[in-house]
């Protein structure tokens, strides 16, 4: 009995051991997949374990999001309801972008607002960059067709008033890496990083089997220059960041930033540079950086504060014109700052 006994505590440790050598060999194993999206937007997926022949799975997730909600291709879902009015849903991608939009711009004061794509064109921010030039009376004849509130759905159709145009570029991305991240989840992979461009989901560790080290940019720097702000580590989040820094033009002495209020029709004014947001799934954290921008620190800050799913780094100029940072709490400890 005593040496049976022994024999089976040997094959136990002997396939421990064996299970353990392979476990670590198969997370040693990191697949980084990397392609386009959306047009020229890069993406970057890195796993270990699975298989390494995801690329057209992930390419043809990344191609029926564009054929739903793309504005850039005539025959898209967002397209045809843009031309009509009215859409009777043909995919499974439209009805949780517009839920997840609803809910956000609830949450906001109605600051994250889809419709406000025309307003963005008038302010010279759509695809042809005209410089505009803008009179209250304009502004106050396209606030007309904007606002969420008008826009009627359900699980199976949605429909809008005449002349509102409906926009998910700005939590598109965010959307478009939640699904990439559960197609890897469909495949039993739970240690991922999927960025596409800027906005990232994590889960479990990496190669070295430490937790996904993700950075922040400096907002001051020159548009075309990159320099670090912060890291952030980052394990069972997403992230997504909003800013001022990378998209304006200046007239008449006065820079004009991107970042347009919906409820003013007018550019967002405060010290406010850029948002990192942190959430569980990174559309939402893709809607509320851009919500957040608009909202300026305060009001933001206390969303934050009352809403356990969500965290975020305020980085913003003080009176004196020095670049300083607020952290909500639950994030703290997984951030370091490189550079003041």
């Known amino acids: 009995m005593k040496k049976a006994a022994l024999i089976g505590l040997g094959l136990a440790l002997i396939i421990a051991f064996l299970w353990r050598s392979c476990t670590q060999e198969s997370r040693s194993e990191q697949?980084?997949?990397?392609?386009?999206t959306m047009g020229t937007?890069?993406?970057?997926?890195?796993?270990?374990?699975?298989?390494?022949?995801?690329?057209?799975?992930?390419d043809l997730v990344l191609n029926e999001l564009n054929q739903s909600l793309s504005t850039y291709i005539p025959d898209s879902e967002i397209s045809q309801l843009n031309a009509e009015g009215q859409l009777n849903f043909?995919?499974?991608?439209?009805y949780p972008v517009l839920r997840i939009s609803?809910?956000?711009?609830?949450?906001?004061?109605?600051?994250?607002?889809p419709s406000i794509g025309p307003l963005v064109q008038a302010w010279g921010f759509g695809p042809d960059k005209k410089i505009p030039e803008m009179s209250q009376a304009s502004v106050d004849s396209l606030m007309l067709i904007v606002g969420f509130e008008n826009v009627v759905f359900d699980e199976h159709s949605v429909s809008i008033p005449v002349n509102f145009q409906l926009d998910f570029g700005a939590i598109a991305k965010g959307y478009a890496v939640?699904?990439?991240?559960?197609?890897?989840?469909e495949k039993n992979i739970h240690n991922y990083m999927v960025e596409i461009g800027g906005e990232v989901r994590c889960k479990g560790m990496n190669e070295k089997e430490k937790t996904w080290t993700l950075g922040i940019e400096d907002p001051t720097v020159d548009r075309n220059e990159?320099?670090?702000?912060?890291?952030?580590?980052?394990?069972?989040?997403?992230?997504a960041t909003s800013g001022n820094y990378r998209n304006y033009y200046e007239k008449d002495g006065r820079i004009y930033a991107h970042i347009?209020?919906?409820?003013?029709?007018?550019?967002?004014?405060?010290?406010?540079?850029?948002?990192?947001?942190?959430a569980a799934d990174c559309i939402s954290a893709?809607?509320?950086?851009?919500?957040?921008?608009?909202?300026?620190?305060?009001?933001s800050l206390a969303i934050v504060e009352n809403n356990s799913d969500l965290d975020a780094i305020f980085i913003y100029q003080n009176e004196e014109g020095d670049l300083v940072n607020l952290i909500s709490e639950g994030i703290k400890p997984f951030v370091e700052i490189k550079s003041f």
Do not use: C, W
């Not at 043909?90 to 439209?94: L, N, Q, R, V």
């Not at 347009?260 to 942190?278: C, E, K, M, Q």
């Open 178 to 185: 939640d699904l990439v991240a559960e197609l890897l989840e």
């Open 31 to 36: 697949t980084h997949l990397t392609g386009f």
């Open 286 to 299: 893709d809607a509320y950086a851009t919500a957040f921008m608009v909202l300026g620190i305060e009001r």
């Open 90 to 94: 043909e995919s499974d991608y439209f």
């Open 41 to 58: 937007i890069v993406y970057n997926v890195k796993y270990l374990g699975g298989t390494n022949d995801l690329k057209n799975e992930i």
């Open 226 to 239: 990159r320099k670090l702000y912060a890291v952030a580590r980052l394990k069972d989040r997403s992230l």
């Open 102 to 113: 609803n809910e956000v711009f609830l949450k906001t004061d109605q600051t994250f607002d």
């Open 260 to 278: 347009i209020d919906p409820r003013t029709g007018y550019n967002a004014t405060h010290a406010l540079l850029s948002v990192s947001v942190f």
